[in-house]
């Protein structure tokens, strides 16, 4: 239950980092700042990169602190090893709010800060665990770094609210209903998002 609530966490925080667009220069520039804070895990600029329909489901600060806790713990530490846009999409306008779908993929390393995970059958149990968390990624471990590596594609949601408003980022998870409930079902079907 613990990991499944992390990989929660994790996937929506790495499924709102990225960044390119070749029509709309101010969506290239925060889309690449955005992805620069989401490698370094600086987590308090980046939360002025998402849009406030995530604070809908916790308060920024409760977000911060979530988010650090996940990445830096007593159990484990995780980086993000590459973040790669795929696509990013024409926009669509809905109700004057304007958003474009960006394909990313992005490599992640987690590192147990115990040797309790030294045997093959812990490492294949966790592995096994991470990817029935982590459903449509490759997980695997990396023996001489002592790290599981998950790779995967994921989509996240430039939004613009009015030409006056600056580009947010909202992760989509379609898996997630609560996260599914943040976005119009009318962009879901514009998108084809499952």
């Excluded at 709102?16 to 490698?39: A, I, M, N």
């Excluded at 600060?61 to 980086?79: G, P, S, W």
């Excluded at 490599?107 to 991470?130: E, G, H, R, Y």
């Excluded at 030409?163 to 996260?179: A, H, I, M, R, S």
Aim: one cysteine or more; hydrophobic letters at 40%.
């Amino acid at each position: 239950m613990i990991m499944k609530k992390l990989s929660y966490l994790i996937i929506v925080l790495l499924v709102s980092v990225t960044g390119f667009s070749q029509t709309d220069t101010s969506l290239t520039r925060r889309l690449k700042e955005y992805t620069r804070l989401s490698k370094e895990l600086n987590f308090v600029e980046l939360m002025e990169y998402m849009h406030p329909k995530l604070f809908d489901l916790a308060p920024k600060e409760q977000l911060i602190e979530i988010f650090r806790n996940v990445y830096d713990n007593e159990a484990m530490k995780i980086t993000i090893e590459k973040l790669e846009n795929r696509s990013i999409s024409d926009p669509f306008t809905l109700n004057g709010v304007k958003y474009c779908k960006i394909d990313y993929h992005m490599v992640m390393n987690m590192k147990f800060k115990d040797d309790k995970l030294s045997d093959s059958t812990a490492i294949n149990t966790m592995v096994s665990n991470l990817q029935e968390g982590l459903p449509g990624k490759e997980v695997s471990y990396d023996a001489n770094g002592k790290q599981f590596v998950v790779k995967g594609s994921d989509v996240i949601i430039a939004i613009k609210d009015n030409p006056q408003t600056p580009w947010l980022f909202l992760g989509y998870d379609g898996k997630n209903e609560v996260v599914k409930k943040l976005f119009p079902e009318e962009l879901i079907e514009h998108f084809k998002l499952q």
